[in-house]
């Protein structure tokens, strides 16, 4: 039977091509982070009771659950529950920052809108951030799909994290730009989750294990996602 993907944004847009079957992907969940409304949380909850009778639910949740206190954490570990508590087959996949061509409020999207507008950004010293392309979000999840990797929560990231001053030196190497406006800031969080499950069931050498992979997601992903901002301008 066909898939179900519940969502217009860009994961839910990534896994019109997934290879897996009859599932219901939740993709129409609170994406930003930094989200306190208790309406969007609230409407969250009602959207998932309204769909996930009856299916095998794939639900991307956060790092962040199971190591920050914030509102939007807190929710993604209440629909964590929510899940392990009403269904019976499901699989919960925790995310770090998720990169692809989009021009939305995720890390990168943001680094690169604020560079081109010449804007500060605000780096927190102490921050550190693990990434994943949002096509090999996809390609895992279907992997854990096909091996009957039900009824557990998992963390899929790349194994190697970086500061978002790094990420932004990439950015503007990437794209040319010599002049960038930040600011440095105390405090910050250093985004972790155990992988030790991915990295005991994909092969050694997969993608997001090699040391090179921010820099190559970097690559990737920058010069599109400036053509999308530009293009606004035209």
Known sequence: MPNTIIGKGMIAQAFLKSASNNCIFFCSGVSNSKETSRAEFIREIELFNKTIKNKTVIYFSSYIAESIATPYALHKK?????????????????????????????????????????????????????????????????????????????????????????????ISNELNINQIKYELCDGGTNQYSNINFIESILPKKDAIMHKSYNDKLIKKYSKDIKRLFLGDQL
């Open 78 to 170: 209440n629909m964590e529950n929510i899940i392990e508590n009403t269904c019976d087959k499901y699989l919960i996949i925790r995310l770090p920052s998720v990169v692809g061509l989009t021009k939305n409020n995720t890390l990168i999207s943001y680094f690169i809108k604020m560079i081109l507008n010449n804007k500060v950004i605000k780096i927190e010293k102490d921050a550190r951030r693990h990434l994943i392309d949002v096509e090999d979000v996809v390609r895992i999840t279907d992997y854990l799909i096909s091996n009957n990797c039900h009824n557990k929560s998992i963390s899929i990231g790349s194994k190697s994290n970086i500061s978002p001053l790094e990420l932004i030196r990439l």
